[in-house]
Nanobody, 126 residues
Framework: QVQLVESGGGLVQAGGSLRLSCAASGPTFKNYAMGWFRQDPGKEREFVAAISWSGGSTYYADTVKGRFTISRDNAKITVYLQMNSLKPEDTAVYYC???????????????????WGQGTQVTVSS
């Protein structure tokens, strides 16, 4: 399994931007579709965005569409989540995850992911 480490979280005012990074280990990163999920305390973890192994396909939750952008650099074995126009309701711990079975697609079901990072906190103040 690939090992994942997120970074880039922090405190930002509403309307601001953050870019999250997820660094992966191992040379097989390109074999995985990647996704971002988030979880607020007391709530279930929810899907945010996904990208296929090639980067050619992306998919977003309706709540972030038009504000967030997922991308990947297979040479740097890193996936990114650019978050713009942040809202207080975006506050959560953000997790990246790797999916080998559906690498050619943009999987949205968290149970289909093989590996997870430890998460990074994003807090948006109003």
């Amino acid at each position: 399994q690939v090992q994942l480490v997120e970074s880039g979280g922090g405190l930002v005012q509403a309307g601001g931007s953050l870019r999250l990074s997820c660094a992966a280990s191992g040379p097989t990163f390109k074999n995985y579709a990647m996704g971002w999920f988030r979880q607020d305390p007391g709530k279930e973890r929810e899907f945010v965005a996904a990208i296929s192994w090639s980067g050619g396909s992306t998919y977003y939750a309706d709540t972030v569409k038009g504000r967030f952008t997922i991308s990947r650099d297979n040479a740097k074995i890193t996936v990114y989540l650019q978050m713009n126009s942040l809202k207080p309701e975006d506050t959560a711990v953000y997790y990246c995850a790797a999916n080998k079975i559906y690498r050619g697609s943009v999987p949205k079901i968290q149970g289909s992911y093989d590996s997870w990072g430890q998460g990074t906190q994003v807090t948006v103040s109003s």
